[in-house]
Each structure stands twice: as C-alpha cells, then as structure tokens.
C-alpha cells in the first residue's frame, strides 16, 4: 500500500522501511570495520569469526553486503533457521551446497560428515573456498555449538577448508565466555561488535535514505535529529520505526518539516521516552515493527509540561557553595534529553543505563532532578567516560547547556 505520506512530503518511496534493502545501504565506521574483518576473515581462510551486534543494528545487512563482496569463488551456506541437534546442522548445510546423501545409506552423522569433507576438499583444490554462515547463534544449544567447532576441523596442512561466521545478538559473546565453550571460543580469531550510530551517523543514515527516496534530506529539524538518536539508541531498525511515524504523524498534523515534539510524541507512544532507550524497549519495538502492529504503551504517561522556574536566584545554576537551592528549582525534561545524546556519542549505548544509575545514585529521579546537584551529576557521569578526549568534550558541552539553561531562566 501506498504510504500516505509520500506525496505531501515529496517522495517517490518510503525511506524508512524496516526491511533490508540495497538501495538504501548505509555503512557507518563499525559497519565499514566489521565488513573489512569478516571479508579478511573468510578471504584469508582464517576459520571461526563472530559478528555480534543487538536486534536492528544491521547485522543481516552487513551479511547480504559482505556476500556481494566475496566473489564467485567463494561458496556460501547459509542458515537462518532453528538447528534442533548436530545432524539437523549437518543437513542445513550439506543442503545449502546442494549435497545429497545416497538414497540407499543411513543418512547418519557419519555419512554427512564424509560427504561435506569430500565436498570441501574438492573445491579448495578447484581454487574455491567454501564459507559457513549461522544467523542467530545465540540461539544454538551447547551441542550444536560444539558440534560448529568440529566443523573447523576440515583442513589441510596449510589451510582451513571451511570458513566459519557465527553472527549473533550480544548473548552470543556471553556463551562464548561460558567454560563450557571454551574450547569454541579459543578458535575464533577475529570478532566485531557493530555499535549503535553515533549522533552524526544518524543524522547522515536519516538524510542518506531521504535522499534516495527522492526526498529533501532537510524535512526534520536538527532538534528531532537529535531526539531521534537519542530515542532509538543509535538502533538503524528503531530509526527507521521512529522516523516513519514521525512522517505519518507530521502528514495527518499538515507539517511541511518534522519538529521535535512529533518525534517526542511518536518515542512515547513507542515508550522510547525519555532518554536513550533500553535494550528490551529496543527489541519490543523491532518485534512489533516486524509484525506491522502498533506498540502503543500499555500505562498511560502523562504529557510532558514545560518546567515552571521561579524567580531567578542570586547564585549560578551550577551551586558551587554547597548551599541548598530553592525548593521547586528541577531541570526540565528536555534538558536530559540533551544531554543523553552528548553522553551517548561519548560512551556508546550504555549511556542510558548509566545516566538512570547516576541520577538514582544521587536520590533523585529525571523528572524532578534539583537544579542544585546538577554539578554533581556531570562529575560522576564524566568519571564513567574513559577515553580522556570524549570526556573533556562531553564535559564542555554539558556545561554550555547548563550555562544555556542559566541564561534562559534569567532572561
């Protein structure tokens, strides 16, 4: 069905579709990183590679991306499917390379086994490599796992005869930590873990798709850039989930641009509210947006109202005396708001996390954060930053909001 919007905003195709699609690739700096590690990988026979990433991040894009890379010389088997026990992995793959068992045999492990070895052998010395790819390992049963690790078994003197790509959500990392794949975990030689996009990479990832859809790469303000990010998590699926209702919302308010309240509006009916959203509101709205329903909030939130100030005091916004400030004197809203994106392209995804650890720390709650620990609060969110650039940076940035908070509540 036609998208309602497409004619009142100028587009020849909806731009933010959740499916993978060519057309419109975007490859942030963890994208272009993790490609190169996974073409090297297989490319130079080095055996077990993981690729781990959470729901949305792009993984399965960065798959269809890294097979367009790898040639005709390279052999693929792929498999997105539930793997019940090792000989159920064995006919996944013996089929993906179009391999069939003899009627008359048992069709058992063993006879798997011998046929993809054969298989391999015949096509490493045709000058071919062969690559094994698992989606959702995270999901494979120890036994399975194990059974994965033996496939890497296939070799000869020089060379591995089978490449192995294990991609997975973050849990994949955990079992591979576990002592009972430890074994796994000593083969693997290279592994990436795809980041959620930066600030700046939202901004080009939302104007790149715009763009190609025949759109103005302008039709949302930098403030809702910003809320976006912020929303999503950097999460590209989340993004693109955000940013089409936020058009669909603008369409039917008769908005020529998308301003920050529809995107504030569209994050809570989305319950991305607040700050950088949690992992599970991430992974609820990438099962729902698959599914095509709605994910509206099951409690009711209430709507955010601007913060009353009372009249300017004689001290600073930032209290340097140690003395308690006036006794309604918050911090709006959308000043954490702000400050989630600064603090996100500083540390990465754990920003939002760490940012409700600190408040809460303090005793105090987003909402009704008093203006007079807001010090406070930059200090212990600074001493979570490690790299010691991010950290001025972040430290800067935080203080021109506050110093613009201060000229606003005096003006």
């Known amino acids: 069905m036609d998208l309602l919007y497409k004619e009142h905003f100028g587009l020849r195709q909806g731009p933010f579709n959740i499916t993978a699609d060519p057309e419109f690739l975007y490859l942030s700096a963890s994208h272009r990183e ?26 399965t894009t960065l798959i269809h991306t890294l097979l367009g890379e790898l040639g005709g010389d390279t052999r693929t088997a792929l498999i997105f499917s539930h793997i019940a026990d090792p000989l159920d992995l064995l006919r996944y793959i013996c089929n993906e390379f179009d391999l069939k068992v003899p009627k008359n045999s048992r069709g058992d492990l063993y006879e ?3 046929l993809l070895n054969a298989y391999l052998l015949a096509r490493y010395r045709a000058g071919e490599n062969c690559a094994l790819i698992i989606d959702e390992a995270q999901n494979l049963s120890a036994e399975v796992l194990e059974s994965v690790r033996l496939l890497s078994n296939f070799e000869t003197s020089k060379d591995k005869l089978l490449q192995i790509l294990l991609v997975g959500q973050p849990e994949l990392s955990n079992r591979l930590n576990s002592q009972e794949l430890r074994q796994l975990k000593q083969r693997v030689t290279l592994r990436h873990h795809l980041r959620p996009l930066t600030l700046k990479e939202c901004q080009e990832y939302v104007a790149n798709r715009l763009r190609i859809a025949g759109g103005d790469s302008a039709l949302f303000t930098p403030k809702a850039l910003e809320l976006i990010c912020a929303c ?11 940013c089409d209702n936020a058009l669909l919302t603008g369409y039917t308010l008769g908005k020529a641009i998308v301003g920050d309240s529809i995107v504030r509006q569209v994050a809570e009916d989305l319950n991305l509210t607040g700050t950088t959203a949690s992992v599970l509101s991430i992974r609820n709205a990438s099962i729902h947006a698959l599914n095509g329903t709605s994910l509206k909030r099951d409690t009711q939130m209430s709507t955010p109202q601007q913060t009353h100030f009372d009249p300017p ?6 209290n340097t005396t140690g003395s308690p400030g006036p006794r309604n004197a918050v911090i709006p809203r959308k000043f954490f708001d702000e400050l989630s994106v600064l603090l996100l392209d ?26 007079s620990k807001i010090s406070n609060l ?21 203080q021109e ?3 613009t908070l201060s000229r606003l509540e005096h003006s």
């Open 34 to 59: 993790g490609l190169a590690q996974l073409s090297y990988g297989i490319k130079g026979r080095k055996g077990f590679v993981v690729l781990t990433g959470e729901v949305g991040t792009g993984k």
């Open 112 to 114: 798997h086994l011998t």
């Open 232 to 242: 999503s998590g950097g999460i590209p699926r989340i993004i693109n989930v955000v």
């Open 313 to 318: 005091p004689a001290r600073p916004l930032v």
């Open 346 to 371: 500083a540390m990465g995804p754990m920003a939002s996390v760490v940012l409700k650890d600190r408040v809460a720390s303090l005793g105090e709650s987003l909402d009704r954060f008093p203006k």
């Open 378 to 398: 930059i200090e212990a969110l600074s001493h979570e930053i490690l790299d010691t650039s991010m950290k001025q940076t972040f430290q800067q940035l935080a």
């Open 401 to 403: 909001r506050i110093s």
